[in-house]
């Protein structure tokens, strides 16, 4: 696992599609966005496991086929959709 600090509106890229900005920090809470293509699914790990959980071992279908583990559009996390990324 790689641990690294960042300051509000710094970025992390992985790879070339994926970049993880920290939007703000608030006491011990940190917002961040994730800018992903639509074939990568983002979910919180809380949610995912909360899934498979409901599913239980009757559902052999990976739960995050489901459309309700979308990557949110970047203008809900105050991004531009497409938007360029400073080098």
């Known amino acids: 696992m ?3 600090s960042r300051k ?8 070339r599609d ?4 920290i939007v703000r920090i608030q006491g011990q809470r940190v917002k961040i966005g994730i800018e992903a293509p639509a074939s990568i699914r983002v979910c919180r790990d809380e ?3 909360r899934a498979k959980e409901a599913d239980g071992p ?3 279908r990976p739960v995050l086929s489901s459309p309700s583990f979308s990557t949110p559009p ?3 996390i105050g991004g ?6 400073p080098a």
């Open 2 to 4: 790689l641990v690294v």
């Open 8 to 15: 509000t509106d710094q970025r992390i890229h992985i790879g």
């Open 18 to 21: 994926i970049t993880v900005t």
């Open 47 to 49: 949610i995912l496991h």
């Open 58 to 60: 009757r559902s052999p």
């Open 74 to 76: 970047a203008s809900r």
């Open 80 to 85: 531009r959709a497409g938007a360029p990324h």
